[in-house]
């Protein structure tokens, strides 16, 4: 259960020991929101699926010795389950945010899609061994406008892709911006900042990976610089977007309250 932890040992294990104990986590929240409605139930569900089905690929990675294909689904499984600890920490907040008015949600929405299919995509990039194809151009590939095989056109593929997604990211939160400015939504604000400041720092890390030779170091702070992007267009689509799942129950039970002849009373805060 404890081997000695010397080299990669440590990294290894320890990353078994903390997928443990986030499944207990979660399984402890989906307890504790047992009662609060139908919809709250069947989310935390999900999120426990995710973690079932993370720790199942998990274990295939090691068992067939990182197959490509089973370790871009494992990194792909844990930007949902990412995504899903964002929502559920928004459904357990006592003030609901309202949605925010005169914001551009399916552009939200399609930049936020971009972000997780790039760093599916960089995930296919590293895994088939496409992250140098192109040499140390970071904008040419070999000194060529156009690749020349399979490997070249995945690594520029990558590269087309992140510049389409960092202007659908700018474009996409800029109005988020100004709206929470002038409703006084400096939450909001911030995580719009935030996204400009990140996807910026993204392009300029996936230029230093090529940079460097593809460094441990630099290509680490890429996939977390990504994964932070991912989380923040998350948390910007859902503050933007519809009602949340908590609300919805939330506003079931004031109905059936009013069936009943109660007064229902409905938290209206905004962040």
């Not at 997928?19 to 047992?34: C, D, M, N, P």
């Not at 005169?102 to 972000?115: D, K, T």
């Not at 995930?123 to 140098?132: I, L, N, P, T, Y």
Request: hydrophobic fraction near 50%.
């Amino acid at each position: 259960v404890f081997p000695p932890m010397r080299g990669g040992i440590f990294y290894e294990h320890g990353h078994r020991l903390l997928a443990s104990g986030v499944g207990t986590l979660t399984l402890f929240y989906l307890l504790a929101v047992w009662r609060r409605g139908v919809g709250q139930r069947l989310y935390a569900a999900l999120g426990l699926s995710l973690v079932v089905v993370q720790a199942l690929l998990g274990g295939l990675t090691v068992m067939m010795r990182l197959p490509p294909e089973v370790s871009i689904a494992h990194l792909g499984t844990s930007m949902l389950y990412f995504a899903w600890t964002l929502g559920a920490n928004l459904m357990v907040q006592p003030m609901q945010p309202s949605p925010l008015r005169a914001v551009p949600r399916r552009l939200l929405y399609v930049a936020s899609a971009g972000v997780y299919l790039q760093v599916l995509l960089g995930a296919v990039v590293r895994h088939r061994g496409a992250s140098m194809r192109c040499g140390y151009d970071a904008v040419l590939c070999l000194g060529r406008a156009l690749p020349g095989d399979g490997l070249q056109w995945l690594q520029t593929s990558h590269r087309l892709l992140a510049l389409l997604v960092a202007g659908l990211v700018l474009v996409a939160t800029l109005p988020v911006i100004k709206q929470a400015r002038s409703q006084g939504r400096r939450g909001l604000r911030q995580l719009g900042i935030a996204a400009h400041a990140l996807v910026c720092s993204q392009v300029l890390m996936g230029v230093l990976v090529i940079k460097t030779g593809v460094n441990l170091h630099v290509v680490t702070t890429h996939l977390a610089l990504g994964a932070l992007l991912w989380g923040c267009m998350v948390l910007l689509s859902l503050s933007c977007g519809a009602p949340s799942v908590a609300r919805r129950d939330r506003r079931a039970a004031a109905t059936e309250h009013a069936a009943l002849g109660a007064q229902p009373h409905e938290p209206s805060g905004a962040c």
